[in-house]
């Protein structure tokens, strides 16, 4: 079964997700995917109301890497947990290129995240000048080590990685299914050289960027990803159900 997952990212208010839910939880065959959807923190509690009895999963963007107290305009694990949050997405470029955030700090909101039995889903991936300079492996194998750090391997269960190249990213450039293919295998290694080959085989790995339902068949024909993360194309309900109805 294909894993979906939707970012909206700072897209849609409470009563706009409530619209959206409504369309889109009429048509969708939630039953033959396995569907994760994002929203942002102020939407959840209208997703968890409505996506409560079907097949679905809730989603969140981000959480603190600290667990509680004097963080003003900080969400924390329990919080997500007690929304009804399955998944949370860490390490998005966006967050890492806007707030800065590094490894250590991806590191602790992992941490955080099963603390409070979370499942994380983190995003990795290079830019195209470190493409462009051979330095995919280096970036990935950097961002997997510095993220994972520390977990046990039975731990991995509850993380799905994310790669998403920043060059792909809102850019409508997609990699060819073989560079995606090239990327998890390497990604795989990572995972093989730091716990073992079994977690390797086993760890759950997603392709992000510019998917759409135009590439959505070309994108499917790579065998070792597991699914897919979308951003722009989640937001027009008709696109995504297109999208769902493509990839089974
Ligand atoms: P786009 O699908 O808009 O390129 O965004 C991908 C993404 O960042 C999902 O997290």
């Not at 999963?57 to 009804?84: C, F, H, P, V």
């Not at 995240?113 to 990935?140: M, P």
Request: aromatic share 6%; proline share 2%; charged share 30%.
């Amino acid at each position: 079964m294909k894993t979906l997952i939707a970012n909206f990212k700072m897209n849609m208010t409470p009563t706009q997700t409530k619209d959206y839910l409504i369309t889109f939880l009429s048509r969708v065959d939630s039953e033959k995917l396995d569907l994760t959807l994002c929203l942002p923190y102020t939407s959840l509690f209208i997703g968890d109301f409505w996506c409560a009895d079907k097949n679905i999963r809730l989603g969140a963007q981000n959480l603190s890497d600290e667990e509680e107290g004097r963080n003003t305009g900080e969400i924390s694990g329990a919080m997500l947990k007690d929304s009804g949050v399955d998944y949370v997405i860490v390490g998005h470029s966006e967050r890492r290129k806007r707030f800065k955030e590094d490894g250590k700090s991806i590191n602790r909101k992992i941490k955080i995240g099963l603390k409070n039995g979370l499942g994380l889903i983190l995003c990795v991936g290079e830019s195209l000048a470190e493409r462009n300079t051979l330095k995919t492996y280096e970036v990935l194998k950097e961002q997997i080590e510095s993220a994972l750090k520390g977990l046990y391997e039975n731990e991995l269960e509850r993380i799905i990685i994310a790669y998403e190249p920043v060059w792909a990213v809102g850019s409508g450039k997609t990699p060819s299914p073989k560079e995606i293919e090239e990327a998890v295998k390497e990604i795989k290694k990572v995972v093989c050289d730091d716990f073992s080959l079994g977690a390797s085989e086993s760890i759950r790995i997603v392709y992000g960027g510019s998917v759409d339902s135009k590439n959505i068949k070309q994108l499917n024909s790579c065998k070792n990803i597991n699914g897919f993360l979308i951003g722009q194309a989640c937001l027009d309900p008709n696109e995504f159900l297109k999208i769902c109805s493509l990839v089974r």
